[in-house]
Structure formats: C-alpha cells, structure tokens
C-alpha cells in the first residue's frame, strides 16, 4: 500500500470551499503530450491538408486559424498527437506560455507541435471548466514557477501533468462554467473601454496641445485690447524691415512684387503686389484660401512676407571624415520632435567647422520643419532658444528667420506654425518623394498663410499658451 504524501506546501490556496478537492491534472486527462515540426521543417508547409497548429494559434478565448500551416496526410497518419475534437490545447514555450484553448467539436483533422501541449480529458463535460482554471490566474502562476531551462521558456509535460488545480463537484463545475459565460461578455466590454480610456489618457495631452494652439491662432485664447497698435501696422513695420534687407543685398526682393493682404469693402479677402517702384498689380480674391475667421485686429500674410525661409547645409559624405579643431553639430528631420526646442541626440553628425558658412549657423528666435520626411511628421517644427552658436540644420531642412527681431514674436510664429490649421495645409501641398518620403517645397511653404496678431497680443497669446503647456506636460 503506497503511504500518503504531504502537499500543502503545493496548494496555492490554504482551504478549499467544502466538497472541493486538490486533483493533480495528470489524473483529469488521459493524454498529456506534444508533437513536433514535421521532418523537412517549413519546407514541408503547403496550402492544404491537415492543420498543424502552432503557438501563435491557439488563445485563451479560442483557435485563431487565419495563419495556419497544413502538411501532407502522407506525413499526418505516420504521427501520434492527432487533436480530437473537445481537446484542451496548451502553449508550453515562449512568450505565449501558458495560453490555453479547447478545441471545437467537430473539427478538421489536425496535429500540433513541440511547442503545443495536447489535453484530453477523462470525461469531455470537464474541459469548460478545466479551462477557466488553466487561463485562472491561480494556475498560470504554477505554469510561470514550473518552467524549466537555462532561460525558463519552457514547461515540460512531466511539469504540466503535476500541476494541481482545484476541483468542484460537477454541478458546481457547470453553474461555474454557466456564470462566467454570462459575465465574459461585461468583461470583454468593460476590457475594450479601458482599453479606449488608456488610448485617450495616451492621446490626451496631444489632443490638448492641438487645440490649445489652435485657439491661440484664432485669436480665441487671449481677450483683444483695442488699445493695441493694430496688426497692419506692425506688418508695414516688417515690410521696411525686408526692403532694408533688399537694399543691404542681404536678400532678393520678392519675385513678382511684395504680398499686401487686406478685406475689401464687400468684407472678402484680396492679395495684392506691390513692385520695388511702387506699382500695384490688380487686386485677386484669395478668400476661398483663408483658412478660418480672425478678430478684426487681426492680419493675414504670406510667410514669405513675415519669415526668410532658406535650406539647412549640404554636405558629402567624406565631409564627416575631416576631423576639424572646431566642430558644428548637423540637427536632422529626426531631431525635430514633439518639444518646442530641437531634440540633442547622441548620434547627431558633426562636421567640421571648415565646411560651415558663419551665416547659416543657427540663432535664437529660427524655425525649424523637415523639408522631406515622413507623412505623419510633415509639419513637425522646432524653435531655436539658447543656441551654442556651434549649431545648423541640414540640408533636408528649413530654417526660417523672422525678419522682426522679437523674441514673443518668434515665438508666436513658432505656436502658428505648429498649429493643426498650419499641419494641414503643409500635407496638402506635399509631394511623394520615393516610397516613403514626402517632400514640401520652398514655393508652397512660401504660399502659406499665417494670421498675424497685433504685437501685442501676441506677447499675450505666448505667455497664455506656455501656462497651458506646462499644466499638460505636468499632467
């Protein structure tokens, strides 16, 4: 007679509600095994035939069929862990251990591999509930402590046929089995909307910061002052400012005559040009290319009229052998991100000094947007603040100068430019640049239209959207 053995130190629980009992799986099933890769391996794979299910096919809520292999009947008949119909299948390795799914009656034939455990069960009227306490939290921490190997991926059958799990009498077994079929489907609900909350928890501080600007940019965010100087007059300021430039030879004089925006007396929005003698050419209705309704205060121009866009340095190759006693770091696409300043990486290339021009070394108050990047990053800018003077943008990037030397003034021109209203119009004007790039021109981000604020209000509008920012960021 076999003399009695010990166990508590094996059950997971210290009682049982009365009429359990502790039942080792071993004595539940009649078939505790794995199978194997057919011989040949993959080679042996074809589109029809029995199934061979894999890891990646089987889950707690059932079989998943979509990717699975078939081998040749030839091969199926010659092996011993055929599934039958009412199976509990058992992944044993990977990340995926301890999934868990019974196999539906009827069901073609099929076969698994090594890395599959195969369960069938004394009496079929077991396996629903041998399955909720397989996938139970109670024995997929028996399955974790169980595994074996220098890696622990791995639950041997041996391992798995000495698991214990509590047992119900039967009828308690089916209410079980009956309750938890009613409350999957609130569960499963319940799963998708904190699945939804923790999407919108990600997505939130985005959401706001979108908005936030877009408010800012719509003359929303901040009260207007009558008092303040009206945005006309500090475009006309920027105007001077720009034939300085032209006059010094810093800067062409625009193509075609400088761009005036105003409101008509029928209430719409006209463009004008006006050449370096003062010539106007005939007014053009440009208000179907407004984007959205300003204050009265406010002004509408073109970038070109308000920021000197030029592209960041190119260079070859060999350039970043040299080894210079001075070098200048060179900020990508990659560095422009989601802050408001540049992103400093590790790996950002530096070149030497010699192949750098002193006037496209980056300066407080510049813009920078990728020129030719990714569709979801077209758009994405950066603002200059603090530079070491030892910095410049490639030459798959812009940088844009504000020809006001203001630094709320920049700053505002930055909130603008990161503003949905802004994204929106950059990827409407975007070309297809090889198989995943997109490439926006100097001419169409010219063309853009930016609402300009009295300078004023600007300086209040950038304070309002920092105090935002940093209530989101802080979130």
């Known amino acids: 007679m076999l003399s009695d053995t010990c166990i508590a130190d094996e059950a997971p629980l210290e009682e049982l509600p009365k009429g359990w009992a502790w039942a080792r799986l071993s004595t539940l099933f009649t078939k505790m095994g794995s199978g194997s890769t057919p011989a040949g391996g993959r080679k042996v794979y074809q589109d029809e035939g029995p199934l061979l299910i894999r890891s990646q096919n089987v889950h707690n809520e059932g079989l998943k069929l979509e990717d699975v292999a078939h081998f040749a009947y030839s091969l199926f008949k010659k092996r011993g862990s055929h599934v039958l119909p009412n199976d509990i299948l058992l992944n044993i390795t990977g990340a995926s251990i301890g999934r868990c799914a019974i196999v539906p009656n009827p069901f073609e034939e099929a076969d698994v591999n090594q890395h599959v455990l195969i369960m069938r069960p004394v009496d079929n009227t077991l396996n629903h509930y041998l399955h909720i306490a397989i996938v139970s939290p109670l024995i997929q921490a028996a399955i974790m402590a169980g595994q074996v190997g220098a ?180 900020l990508r696409g990659g560095n422009i991100g989601e802050e408001d300043e540049p992103l400093i990486k590790n790996n ?92 926006l021109s100097k001419a169409s981000l010219n063309s853009a239209l930016i609402a300009i604020p009295p300078l004023a209000e600007q300086h209040r509008i950038v304070e309002r959207v920092a105090e935002f920012m940093s209530l989101v960021t802080n979130q």
């Open 151 to 330: 890696t622990k991926e791995g639950l041997s059958a041996t391992k798995a046929s000495n698991l214990i799990v509590p047992l119900p009498p039967m009828a308690e077994q089916h209410r079980i089995v009956e309750h938890i079929n009613q409350l999957m489907p609130l569960v499963e609900e319940y799963g998708e909307l904190e699945d939804a909350r923790e999407e919108l928890d990600a997505a939130l501080p985005s959401r706001l910061r979108k908005s936030v600007l877009q408010m800012a940019v719509q003359g929303k965010l901040v009260p207007q002052d009558p008092a303040d100087e009206p945005a006309s007059a500090l475009l006309e300021r920027i105007r001077e400012q720009r034939r300085q430039l032209v006059a010094e030879k810093k800067m062409k004089a625009p193509k075609g005559g400088e761009s005036i925006i105003f409101r008509g007396s029928d209430g719409r929005r006209y463009e004008k040009r006006v050449d370096a003698k003062g010539r106007e050419s005939e007014p053009t209705c440009i208000e179907d290319e407004i984007p959205f309704e300003t204050p009265d205060s406010w002004e509408w121009a073109r970038l070109s009229s308000v920021l000197q866009l030029n592209s960041g340095l190119g260079y070859k190759k060999d350039n970043l052998a040299v080894k210079g006693e001075k070098m200048i770091r060179v």
């Open 348 to 439: 950002d290339v530096m070149i030497s000094a010699e192949f750098v021009d002193d006037n496209i070394l980056l300066r407080d108050g510049q813009i920078l947007t990728p020129s030719v990047t990714s569709l979801e990053n077209v758009g994405k800018t950066a603002i200059i603040r603090n530079t070491d003077g030892n910095t410049v943008c490639g030459g798959f990037v812009f940088f844009l100068t504000p020809f006001l030397i203001d630094p709320c003034h920049s700053e505002y021109l930055h909130r603008y430019l990161a503003s949905p209203a802004h994204i929106s119009f950059c990827k409407s004007s975007v070309k297809k640049s090889g198989q995943a790039f997109y490439n």
